[in-house]
């Protein structure tokens, strides 16, 4: 299983620094066995996201995909508008289960717009920007997302 995380910060993109949310997704799945190919920034830019997420999809070099950040109702929060733009088929579950997992923490949930999707066999998958938040969501999900895509590779 191979896998890709993408952190959407302009000001992080600029300053080339890290990704705490990156880090510790990338711990977390390599633990359940998946090789992280790449993990980085990348600017606030639905077209940037967009023809990365495609590229990866179509070349087949990795099995998931996962974003974090820039997925709330603000202009640059671009995450799920490049993932429809490339998904061949959505899948609102995903989404919609991390938000009724998070209302328990706070009602600012209800504005967040987080998509996921398949383009090929990839799965792709819109987190939040916190590292807490994008570690317990994947968490949450995380047995789902390894049958998914062990059941694609086949």
Do not use: W
Request: hydrophobic share 45%.
């Amino acid at each position: 299983m191979r896998a890709a995380i993408f952190t959407l910060d302009t000001g992080a993109y600029k300053a080339k620094a890290e990704s705490a949310a990156a880090t510790a997704l990338k711990r977390m799945l390599e633990h359940v066995g998946f090789e992280v190919r790449a993990a980085s920034v990348l600017p606030q830019e639905r077209a940037v996201l967009a023809s990365v997420l495609k590229q990866l999809a179509d070349s087949g070099s990795v099995d998931l995909i996962l974003t974090t950040g820039a997925v709330e109702y603000r202009e640059r929060d671009c995450a799920p508008d490049a993932l429809a733009d490339v998904a061949d088929r959505l899948l609102p579950g995903i989404p919609e289960a991390l938000r009724a997992y998070n209302i328990r923490y706070s009602k600012k949930i209800i504005l967040d717009r987080s998509a996921a999707g398949i383009r090929k066999k990839t799965l792709i998958i819109n987190l939040p920007e916190s590292a807490k938040m994008a570690k317990e969501d994947m968490e949450y999900i995380l047995p789902e997302v390894v049958q998914v895509v062990e059941t694609m590779s086949l």
